[in-house]
C-alpha cells in the first residue's frame, strides 16, 4: 500500500493541516480533494500544488468529487461543522451525525472498500456513524481517539523531565474529551517506569495529574487565544495514515471498535491498537487497575448516553 492514494472529505483547517504535513512528508502518490465548497477545493490544489517544487518527491494532487474514492487505499473524514458558542457537544454531535452519514453513503457508493480515518468531532461517535453506515469490517473504519491528546500528554511530560519527547512512551485512554485518563502504571520514560523516575528525582506524582489536566484543557487554551486546533491533529492524522500506509504494526491509541474488551461492547473508543495495512490489527489489552476501569466505563458510558439519546435514530433513519 505504500505510495497509495489519499481521499480527503474536508477541506477546512484540520484537513488542509494534513494535507500540507503529507506534501512536505511525502510518501503517497496521489492526493484527492473532497469538498462541498468546490471553488475552495480548487484553490487548495492550487496552492498545495505550487509547493511540489520543493516537495520530497512527486505527489499527483487534485480537486475531485465522490468517484475518485473508488480505488483510494485510505479516505480521511475531516469535514462537519465547529461547535458554536452556547452548544451543546450533543447538538454537535447531532449536526454531525448527519453529514458524516451523508459523507459516508457518497464515498460508499463509489465502490469503495478501503480504510477510512475518521476525525470529525465528537470523533469517537463519528467513528462509530461511519461504521454502521458503511457497513465496512470493524477493523477499516478508525477515528483518531486520543491519539492527539497522546501526543499532548508527551509533549508535556518530555518537556517537564527535559527528556525527549521520543523516548516518552505513555498512553492516554477513553474518549477524546473531558473523561479521558492515563493508566499510568504503563508509562515508562525510556525503558523506566515513570513513577521510579519521580520518585528518583522526588517529583511529586500529582504533577501528573496536573499535565493531564493541561493535557485536557489544552484544546479550550488554543481556541480560546486562536479559535481552533488544526496542526497537531493534522500532524496526528498523518501519522495514523503513515502506518497504515507502510505496514507498521505500530501501536497508537486510535478509536476503536471494542468487542467485548475492556468490559465493553458495540463502542469506538481510544485505546492502543496495533496499526497496519489492514487497519487494526487487534487491540492491546492492558491490565486497568480498578480505578482506571471505573474511568474507561465512565468515559463509554458518556459517549453511550449521547448515542442513545439521538445518534442511533439518525444512523438508523
Known sequence: ????????????????????????????????LIDIDKEKTKGEEMDLSHGLPFAPQKMDIKAGDYSDCKDAQIVVITAGAAQKPGQTRLELAEVNAKIVKQI??????????????????????????????????????????TVLDTARLRYLIADYLKISSKNIHAYILGEHGDSSFVPWKHAYVGCKKIS???????????DLDNIHKEVVNAAYEIIEKKKATYYAIGMSLNRIVRAILDNENSILTVSTYLNNQYGQDDIY?????????????????????EEEQ???????????????????????D
Open 196 to 206: 521510579d523516575v519521580m520518585k528518583d528525582n522526588n517529583y511529586p506524582m500529582e
Open 1 to 32: 500500500m505504500k505510495n497509495g492514494k489519499i481521499a480527503l472529505v474536508g477541506t477546512g483547517f484540520v484537513g488542509m493541516s494534513m494535507a500540507y504535513s503529507m506534501l512536505n512528508r511525502g510518501g503517497i502518490s496521489e492526493l484527492v
Open 294 to 316: 471505573k474511568k474507561l466505563n465512565k468515559s463509554c458510558n458518556l459517549i453511550r448516553q449521547m448515542r442513545e439519546s439521538s445518534i442511533d435514530k439518525i444512523i438508523n
Open 269 to 289: 473508543i481510544g485505546v492502543p491498537s496495533i496499526i497496519n495495512s489492514n487497519g487494526i490489527r487487534e487491540i492491546v489489552d492492558l491490565d486497568l487497575s
Open 104 to 145: 459516508t453513503k457518497n464515498i460508499m457508493e463509489s465502490g469503495f472498500n478501503g480504510i477510512i480515518v475518521v476525525a470529525s468531532n465528537p470523533v469517537d461517535l463519528m467513528t462509530y456513524v461511519v461504521y454502521k453506515v458503511s457497513g465496512l469490517p470493524k477493523n477499516q473504519v478508525i477515528g483518531t481517539g
